[in-house]
């Protein structure tokens, strides 16, 4: 790839063709159910109870499975789509490197964005690369958990994140932290010219055939880089499926496929759920590449089972690795799998 160099409707119901009031007095007449049909019940089951849940499509090749939204706006109004929004700031990192805007993921923060960094900052920030934003090894104690409120509530965004002390090594563990993903945006609208809403709607938005809503802004106008973007459920599974098909969708590659490869190349794990992260994306036992933003929205993709899954839930109330996000990745790794 030329210019890219890497480092080392609500109500809705499918369940493959079959009315789901029809298939459930089937399972419950029959003692032994096919595969298929006994995963669709699990996910049945869940859709009743987990009331957390708002709207879940699976597509298998091009074969739509499961297209539900119990709850929240439907299918084809906008969700916030939280933190999975950071997978897909990462996703331009890789349009900015396939461009020649930034020559590599190894170009430090000093030399993309030198004008971002404050005076207060570490002197070692500078030497921060574009590597270690994106992959949320930065360094810097993080803006998020409960150091999110003050972080949005200061004058200047991207300078109170810098301006964080270092608790680590750049490069070193993986500190979850919205502020790294802020300034990897703004360093990338530095970098391109473009505002991060360009660059989406550029990027993702034209190609995919998708609607991408303005969010929010910094004080400064930065929009904000690793949440509170909004997609429709029925946008995030067709990102989900670009990334199943080597960046392409429609024909046109969206993605520079060794960009996908390197991301889905795990280079640090997450103290909170186990699973690998690559740039930008989760990395689970079980071959997900997965987005995931707080309160259980996911963007999941299978690339040997031929997997998309997009899954929307309540905005508003926590998902934890132990609680309704683990449900959720039972569900993935369990009914959804065998569905392929």
């Known amino acids: 790839m030329n210019g890219?160099?890497?480092?080392?409707?609500?109500g809705c119901h499918i369940f493959?063709?079959?009315?789901?009031?029809?298939?459930l007095s089937t399972a419950l007449a029959t003692p032994f159910l096919a595969p298929r049909f006994a995963s669709a019940q699990e996910i049945a089951s869940v859709l009743e109870t987990e009331n957390q849940l708002h709207s879940i499509q699976v597509l298998r090749g091009d074969e739509l499975l499961l297209a539900e939204a119990p709850r929240g706006r439907g299918l084809d109004?906008?969700?916030?789509?939280?933190?999975?929004?950071?997978?897909?700031?990462?996703?331009?990192?890789?349009?900015?490197?396939?461009?020649?805007?930034?020559?590599?993921?190894?170009?430090?923060?000093?030399?993309?964005?030198?004008?971002?960094?404050?005076?207060?900052?570490?002197?070692?920030?500078?030497?921060?690369?574009?590597?270690?934003?994106?992959?949320?090894?930065?360094?810097l104690e993080r803006t998020s958990g409960g150091n999110y409120g003050a972080w949005v509530s200061s004058g200047n965004w991207v300078a109170d994140a810098l301006s964080r002390p270092l608790v680590a090594e750049p490069g070193g563990r993986m500190l979850y932290s919205?502020?790294?993903?802020?300034?990897?945006?703004?360093?990338?609208?530095?970098?391109?010219?473009?505002?991060?809403?360009?660059?989406?709607?550029?990027?993702?938005?034209?190609?995919?055939?998708?609607?991408?809503p303005a969010w929010t802004r910094d004080p400064q106008g930065n929009y904000l880089g690793g949440n509170e973007m909004a997609l429709t459920p029925r946008a995030m599974l067709r990102v989900a499926r670009m990334m199943r098909d080597?960046?392409?969708?429609?024909?046109?590659?969206?993605?520079?496929?060794?960009?996908?490869?390197?991301?889905?190349?795990?280079?640090?794990?997450?103290?909170?759920?186990?699973?690998?992260?690559?740039?930008?994306?989760?990395?689970?036992?079980?071959?997900?590449g997965l987005a995931r933003g707080y309160g259980g929205q996911v963007i999941a993709f299978h690339r040997d089972r031929d997997l998309a899954v997009a899954i929307t839930s309540d905005p508003l109330r926590p998902a934890r690795s132990g609680g309704y996000f683990g449900t959720l990745t039972d569900l993935l790794d369990g009914p959804i799998l065998a569905m392929a």
Not at 16 to 23: K, L, N, Q, T
Not at 99 to 104: K, P, Q, Y
């Open 4 to 10: 890219l160099r890497l480092h080392a409707a609500r």
């Open 16 to 23: 493959a063709g079959m009315d789901r009031r029809i298939f």
């Open 77 to 139: 109004a906008a969700a916030n789509i939280k933190s999975c929004s950071k997978s897909l700031v990462a996703l331009m990192l890789g349009r900015a490197l396939e461009r020649g805007d930034i020559a590599s993921v190894d170009a430090t923060l000093g030399e993309v964005a030198p004008g971002l960094i404050p005076s207060s900052a570490d002197p070692r920030v500078r030497d921060i690369t574009m590597e270690d934003l994106v992959t949320l090894r930065a360094g």
């Open 178 to 212: 919205t502020g790294s993903t802020h300034v990897l945006g703004a360093a990338l609208a530095r970098a391109t010219g473009q505002n991060l809403l360009q660059q989406m709607r550029e990027g993702l938005g034209t190609p995919l055939g998708i609607e991408i």
């Open 246 to 288: 080597g960046g392409r969708y429609d024909g046109a590659q969206v993605v520079a496929e060794d960009w996908l490869e390197a991301s889905l190349d795990p280079r640090t794990t997450s103290r909170w759920s186990g699973m690998g992260y690559g740039y930008g994306w989760f990395l689970t036992r079980s071959g997900y």
